[in-house]
């Protein structure tokens, strides 16, 4: 379909302005789905992880890669029809930070749907974001196709209500990455129940679109690249035609299809994070269809942030990842291999080394 590739020529026009002096974490998402709904856009922000310092003070590199987000995002063509927000608009999870990066979002000139991360929820268990923000998981209907929204970060009851002396120390442990001290996420019991139900009210034939912060799949326990009850959830998506689930957290590009779920992250707009291959030190179980991103260069602010313009062409999900003074990627799914390939370096004897920093 030929709205696909002017789309995506209109939006590197439009952001070209910005795109010159910087390269951003965004995702245009153009949903085909051809005789089953509406085309249509959306964009996807994520990982933001706005730090209060003091008074007014925020570290402002975390600042400057949402800002700069919010204004691309403001000037995409075709016009997206709400903007999603991926988790962890904080980093500590304070009412400061909250406010903070709910002031720079309120530049969008879209509806915005946010998803609870791990860094927005620990602190109060997610109260103060429920107020700005709205419910922590619910579900919503746009152009014939069916997106849910989860929280798919909380953990055991014992870890949350009975570990810790205090909330800022609860935070503080959650907040690390690689974190002895730390707990496996997972969506819930009562989640599972709302989401059975939601499911059971959605013809089979209905194109699904599921957003998370966590993955849905199980690749690192020790990063929590992790959901405990993954096969669960999975589970519930099976009967469906065409699911894909788009998650933030890993600030990395992964891949990866299982079943009829193809599954696809969204890179940050703070940093990125290594690949649990290059440091684990137990047993990970990065998708063997990801072909790694180059590591990020220290020297640049931006690099390996990026921004990715998604294309869901009939139910599945297409990512083309610009990546500032990196390489660009697209990783685009195949219908005949029925999974999702990078378009240029899927091949292994099409890798390139790794940059050279100096």
Sequence with gaps: MNIINSSRRNFIKTGGALALGTTLPISLVELAFADTAEN???????????????????????DQGLKRAVAEANLLTPKPDFVMFGGDLAQLGSKPELDHGAEIMSALSHKVHYVM????????????????FGPQY???????????????????DDWTYKRWPTAEQRMS????????????????????????????????????????????????????????????????????AK???????????????????????????????????????????????????????PFQERDATGWQFINVANGRVDLNFTLYNNSERSVIFNPKAKHPEDRAY???????????HY
């Design 117 to 132: 991360g791990e860094h927005d929820y620990y602190l109060d268990m997610g109260a103060y974001w429920e107020k700005l």
């Design 173 to 240: 442990e959650m907040a690390g990455l690689d974190n002895p001290n730390g707990s496996p996420f997972m969506v819930g019991d009562e989640q599972r129940k709302w989401l059975k139900a939601d499911l059971d009210k959605v013809a089979k034939t209905t194109p699904i679109v599921v957003f998370s912060h966590s993955p849905l799949q199980k690749i690192y326990k020790g990063w929590n690249f992790w959901t405990e009850d993954a096969e669960q959830i999975q589970a519930l998506l099976k009967p469906f």
């Design 40 to 62: 249509f856009t959306f964009a996807y922000i994520s990982d933001a992880h706005i730090q209060h310092i003091s008074g007014n003070r925020f570290v402002r590199n975390w």
């Design 243 to 297: 699911v894909s689930v788009i998650y933030g957290h890993v600030h990395q590009i992964q891949y990866n299809q299982i079943g009829n779920i193809s599954f696809n992250s969204v890179m940050a707009t703070a940093w990125p994070w290594p690949y649990p291959s290059t440091y684990a030190q137990t047993e990970q179980y990065l998708p063997k269809l990801t072909v790694p991103m180059n590591r990020a260069d």
């Design 346 to 356: 899927q091949a292994e004897s099409s890798r390139i080394p790794p940059q050279n």
């Design 138 to 156: 619910h579900s919503f209907d746009h152009k014939g196709v069916h997106f849910i929204v989860l929280n798919s970060i909380r953990t055991y």
